[in-house]
């Protein structure tokens, strides 16, 4: 039975949810649990849902508005059409019991604080009046201090050169006629290069015979041969064929004797087989000998795979030594750093030969010369590993570089080397070339110089830098109002933060001003560094504080504020050191090489004054700001639906006695400001092309009081942020605004409204009033204002006027919870329900409801209704409002749910056309108890499952 306890279930959340979102009640109360429910023959189960009541108050107080305001001013400050500045709403609670809010709006603030001017002014703000220089810059490393270098021994060309052999002697018979003559084996000796033996990769040995000067063979006299070599332990090693060779012919010597050694190993101790052939000697008489010697060498084409104990004499590898003359090019860092001192730094240098060699020795001589000098006897030696032949370094610290101004390092020597008991592998590459190589590596490590000379222009060029300066144009509601100022100072701070540790660099700034209110200005100073200490400096200008006179303040530098007045000022940048004749060069006490420096400048106006002179003789003010309540917008952070908050829009409006509106206009506390005692001018409201005066009630301009102080609302308001009518009804206000305005523009709905302003200020006969300096910080001090401020409050009430009815047949969707799937967890049409077998069991399901409007003034309908794919709809039930009553679902109802797809149950809500009030009392009452009466004898549902 779980699958008909499902049903059940379903039906109780679903009935209970559609009451509660669509009366707006977020919590219901007094649900029960039954641990077990039995449906029996004629029996009954009933299941309270619950008895809660939503007061209107509850989801629409001041708060509540106020979080959604905020949520509109935020998404305004992301791109969007809207915004709000600084509105903030309070409930307003008066005798006639309507619902009401007032909306308090600030809308301009005139600041009479010349330094507010300077810093909070729109133009003048965002550092505009400072400059900033930031430069990195690097100091380049000793580049190209390196004369490494990979040095092949070309052992295949040493062992050829030295290679030697014992000359044997052979004496070869003139027979006359052919004849075969076998000869004992030759036995020769290798004697240069040492070795144990030679394993060659390609080559022949070649067997050269040469006759003796003694020797006088006939012309017509022929020797042939051929040889098979053998190593010294009997093993062949080599054949020249199975052919004979001419080696001898008449008195010339003929081909040589080859025996290839491809891959072959040889010995020092070599035999050879000849066997030979004579032919010819008949000028001469038979039997006489002639005389040959034999001689052994490699041919030009030999490739040594290894050889073991190889040695080879001294004086065949004195033309071999590696050679390491070489100039390094230093313009990296010479043109920058002259002369220095290192501080940190070495050089060493190594050779390395390869693993499969040994028995490699060297003795390097290096001399370095030029901008850096270290003599080769300076050199330590360092233990290392067998690999390498030579290891040394050097400790450069109080070595000088570039002693005599930029010069390129000279590095001169030779690395002669010796061959004993050597061990050799060689390898090749697919062209045949010698893989192997002696590595000569060497590093140059200098990180520190002190006693530095820089040329500080290569480093950072400041004369491609941009003229620096502030050029802005003063807003008119300045010039109009102030018509001078009396400065006690005007100059430029600098602040300069680096990590040079430069002893003698100066940063000479320049600043002048042609031009605007500062016309006169002309500065210059210089800022000496002392080590790693950042500066902070002031450049004075002729504006002096002795020239006040404290008695009219009208001495010192008075500027005069008339229309296009303007702050101007151009400053430039250089740097110099404390040498003569090259000013760009500057000394460092140390510096070091690859690092990253910086030097960060800004500059910015610096001034004080006295007083300033305001006009009094038809000041205007004037501005606009955008002042809007984007109604649509607010609605939009609730309903999801864009075709009810549309509808909504279009068919609610405020009625005419909604509305009214207060403006409130205040001069600070100032002594002379009682001197401005008229206001007159207009505001309007501009929103989606249209325009009306919301001051005055009727024509183009009104008077306006001036206030000294207005209460604050948030003062009055208590902690619900409700505010009491006799609390508001006693701060004086500056004006009325015309309601009829208010409530056509509220009406409208605009996404964007536009408030302006234009006052005139007049005093009694006075041109012109003196305000101190001094009356103004003691205004502030006692956290007075010390601007002329503009601000209206709008009392709003719920009076409204629907115009036709609103339907909103989804109240779920609408309000974020819409139901999507099939109740019954079909996927699509005519696919069968698990739960269908059981709709027998039920004789009938009912809803024993109250819903009770109290106060809204809505006139309410509900309905609840399911659609089929086609939008047709299969089940409609109306719900009363207001009185006590029973929505009942029989056995057609069910089984309608059955037999069309989807059952998404949806309810309907009505708001009838009419006028509506809405009392601050407004509430909605739900009460409701769900029964089910079955015929049968099943559990249908018990705690913990069946």
Not at 38 to 67: C, M, W
Request: hydrophobic share 35%.
């Amino acid at each position: 039975m779980k699958k008909f306890n499902f049903l059940l279930t379903s039906i109780f959340s679903l009935t209970a949810g559609a009451l509660i979102s669509c009366s707006l009640i977020s919590e219901i109360k007094n649900y029960e649990m039954p641990q077990k429910v039995s449906i029996n023959t004629t029996s009954k189960y009933t299941v309270p849902l619950g008895d809660a009541t939503a007061r209107f108050r509850d989801h629409f107080s001041a708060k509540a508005l106020q979080e959604l305001i905020d949520k509109n001013i935020q998404a305004g400050s992301e791109g969007q059409s809207y915004s709000l500045k600084d509105v903030h709403c309070y409930e307003y609670a008066d005798n006639s019991g309507i619902q009401k809010y007032i909306f308090d709006y600030s809308v301009a603030d005139v600041p009479l604080d010349i330094s507010e001017y300077f810093s909070n002014i729109e133009d003048l703000n965002r550092n505009a009046l400072s400059q900033k220089l930031c430069r990195e810059f690097k100091i380049p490393e000793l580049g190209n201090l390196d004369f490494s270098q990979d040095k092949g021994i070309d052992f295949n060309e040493l062992i050829s050169d030295s290679f030697k052999s014992s000359v044997v002697l052979r004496n070869v018979p003139e027979s006359g006629t052919e004849a075969v003559i076998n000869w004992d084996p030759v036995d020769f000796s290798i004697t240069s290069p040492d070795f144990k033996y030679l394993e060659f990769k390609e080559g022949n040995i070649e067997l050269t015979f040469t006759a003796e000067p003694s020797s006088t063979p006939s012309q017509d006299y022929v020797v042939q041969a051929k040889a098979e070599c053998y190593d010294s332990a009997g093993n062949l090693v080599s054949t020249s064929g199975d052919s004979y060779v001419t080696v001898i012919s008449g008195s010339a010597t003929g081909s040589k004797l080859i025996l290839p050694v491809d891959s072959k190993k040889i010995t020092s101790n070599l035999s050879i087989d000849f066997s030979t052939k004579v032919n010819g000697g008949e000028e001469i008489q038979a039997g006489h000998l002639n005389s040959y010697n034999i001689g052994i060498s490699l041919s030009d084409n030999a490739k040594i795979s290894s050889v073991k104990g190889l040695t080879i004499p001294d004086s065949e590898l004195e033309t071999k030594a590696i050679d390491l003359n070489k100039t390094v090019d230093t313009t990296a860092l010479s043109s920058r750093l002259k002369s220095g001192v290192i501080e940190e730094g070495s050089i060493t240098y190594l050779l390395k030969v390869p693993d499969s060699w040994s028995g490699i020795t060297a003795e390097p001589v290096i001399d370095m010369t030029g901008g850096l000098i270290i003599k080769n006897e300076n050199f330590k030696s360092i233990s290392a590993g067998p690999e390498y032949i030579a290891y040394k370094t050097q400790n450069l610290k109080d070595t000088k570089i570039f002693p005599d101004g930029p010069k390129d390092i000279e590095i001169q020597g030779s690395v002669p080397f010796h061959v004993k008991n050597a061990d050799i592998e060689l390898h090749y590459d697919s062209e045949g070339a010698v893989k192997d190589v002696i590595t000569f590596d060497a590093v140059t490590k200098i990180t520190k110089v002190r006693d530095a000379r820089v040329y500080m222009g290569n480093v950072i060029n400041f004369d491609e830098l941009p003229e620096g300066g502030f050029d802005r144009i003063l807003d008119d509601s300045i010039t109009d109002f102030i018509k001078c100022i009396n400065f006690t100072k005007i100059s430029l701070e600098g602040n300069i933060d680096t990590n040079l540790p430069a002893s003698d660099l100066q940063l000479n700034v320049h600043a002048t001003a042609d031009k605007g209110i500062l016309e006169g200005l002309d500065m210059s100073d210089n800022v000496l560094f002392d080590g790693d200490v950042p500066y902070k400096m002031e450049l004075e200008n002729i504006f002096n504080e002795d020239l006040l006179d404290s008695e009219t303040g009208l001495k010192g530098k008075t500027s005069v504020l008339d229309t296009g007045a303007r702050v101007a000022i151009k400053f430039d940048l250089n740097v110099s050191g404390g040498d003569p004749v090259e000013k760009d060069l500057i000394k460092f006490s140390s510096i070091t090489l690859g690092e990253t420096y910086t030097l960060n400048f800004d500059i910015k106006l610096n001034y004080d004054w006295y007083s300033v002179v305001l006009n009094t003789n038809s000041v205007n003010l004037s501005g606009n700001t955008v002042a809007g309540l984007d109604i649509g917008n607010i609605l939009g952070h609730s309903v999801n639906s864009d075709e009810v908050v549309n509808d909504i829009l279009n068919k609610v409006k405020f009625k005419s006695e909604a509305l009214e509106g207060k403006i409130y206009v205040l001069r600070p506390d100032l002594p002379g400001m009682e001197e401005f005692d008229g206001l007159t001018g207009w505001s309007k409201l501009k929103y989606g092309g249209k325009s009306d005066y919301i001051f005055p009630e009727s024509g183009s301009s009104g008077t306006i009081e001036f206030l000294t102080a207005r209460k604050s609302l948030a003062d009055i308001a208590d902690e619900n942020n409700v505010i009491y009518e006799q609390d508001f009804r006693g701060i004086p206000a500056s004006a009325d605004l015309k309601a009829s305005a208010l409530v056509d523009m509220f009406n409208d709905k605009p996404e964007k409204e536009e408030l302006q302003y234009e006052m005139t200020i007049s005093s009694r006969g006075k041109e012109e009033i003196v305000i101190k300096k001094d009356n103004l910080e003691k205004l502030k001090e006692a956290d007075k204002t010390t601007s002329i401020t503009i601000s209206m409050a709008m009392i709003l009430s719920l009076e409204l006027n629907i115009s036709d009815d609103i339907v909103i047949n989804d109240t779920f969707g609408v309000f974020g919870a819409g139901i999507e799937d099939d109740l019954l967890g079909r996927s699509k049409a005519g696919e069968k329900s698990d739960y269908e077998e059981y709709t027998k069991l039920i004789k009938g399901i009912y809803l024993d409801y109250i819903v009770d409007n109290q106060n809204t003034g809505l006139n309410i309908k509900t309905s609840f209704s399911a659609r089929d794919e086609s939008d047709t709809e299969y089940l409609c039930k109306e719900m009363i409002m207001g009185k006590e009553d029973r929505l009942l679902f029989n056995s057609n109802d069910i089984q309608s749910m059955f037999d069309n797809y989807p059952f998404i149950p949806k309810v309907g809500v009505t708001f009838e056309k009419g006028d509506v009030t809405v009392l601050r009392t407004a509430a909605i009452r739900i009460k409701a108890a769900l029964t089910a009466e079955t015929d049968g004898n099943y559990a249908i549902w018990e705690k913990g499952g069946k």
